[in-house]
């Protein structure tokens, strides 16, 4: 099964900080990778696909970036929105395998 | 707008069976794959099996291999878990999501075993 490490588990920012959170698979899987965001309580949204491809009416404060394997996804200017779990996921082979997710907490 | 609503959640004992459904709208359902996922209480996502929009091609967890079994119907725009011979770690909140990438999820639905 390919692992995926997310990092960091954790993350305290403050609104308008710059953002980035990584996860690195443990086998190439070339640009198959998603980004949900879950709030909780809430059902997880994905905010992009194909590694960098922005899921429609996602705010464009949102990027992703990567292939292989090493992936981020930078929000550019929190807003408070925007705390959330996040979490990869890597849909290049099966079964398929999400990275343990990063909690980002207001500073 | 696709939406997917998940039911048949509830309380079981171990060793026992529950079956969830799915429903799905907006989208053209027979074409496209669908997934099921789960997340324990106070954990994170796990992805539990897909399914080819023919039902020809099925994909499990090694954890849940030979205990569940996903399944649809296309003519009712349904997709299906069986879960067979259920243990306590099995508990969790239960997703279906459209597409085998998981692209638009529901609420969920829980299964607790005990």
């Known amino acids: 099964d390919i692992q995926m490490t997310q990092s960091p588990s954790s993350l305290s920012a403050s609104v308008g900080d710059r953002v980035t959170i990584t996860c690195r698979a443990s086998?190439?899987?070339?640009?198959?990778l998603g980004w949900f965001q879950q709030k909780p309580g809430k059902a997880p949204k994905r905010l992009i696909y194909?590694?960098?491809t922005l899921e429609s009416a996602v705010p464009s404060r949102f990027s992703g970036s990567g292939s292989g394997t090493e992936f981020t996804l930078t929000i550019s200017s929190l807003q408070p929105e925007d705390f959330a779990t996040y979490y990869c996921?890597?849909?290049?082979?099966?079964?398929?395998?999400f990275g343990q997710g990063t909690k980002l907490e207001i500073k | 707008e696709v939406q997917v609503v998940e039911s048949g959640g509830g309380l079981v004992q171990p060793g026992g069976s529950l079956t969830l459904s799915c429903a799905a709208s907006?989208?053209?359902?027979?074409?496209?794959?669908m997934t099921w996922g789960r997340q324990a209480p106070g954990k994170g996502l796990e992805w539990v099996a897909n399914?080819?929009?023919?039902?020809?091609?099925?994909h499990y967890v090694d954890s849940v291999n030979g205990r569940f079994t996903i399944s649809r119907d296309n003519a009712k725009e349904s997709l299906y878990l069986q879960m067979n011979s259920l243990r306590a770690e099995d508990t969790a909140v239960y997703f279906c999501?459209?597409?085998?990438?998981?692209?638009?999820w529901g609420k969920g639905t829980t299964v607790t075993v005990s």
């Open positions: 996921l890597q849909h290049n082979s099966y079964p398929y395998t």
């Open positions: 086998q190439g899987i070339r640009n198959n």
């Open positions: 194909a590694a960098s």
């Open positions: 907006g989208l053209p359902f027979a074409n496209f794959w």
């Open positions: 399914i080819k929009g023919d039902g020809s091609e099925k």
């Open positions: 999501s459209s597409g085998g990438h998981m692209d638009v």
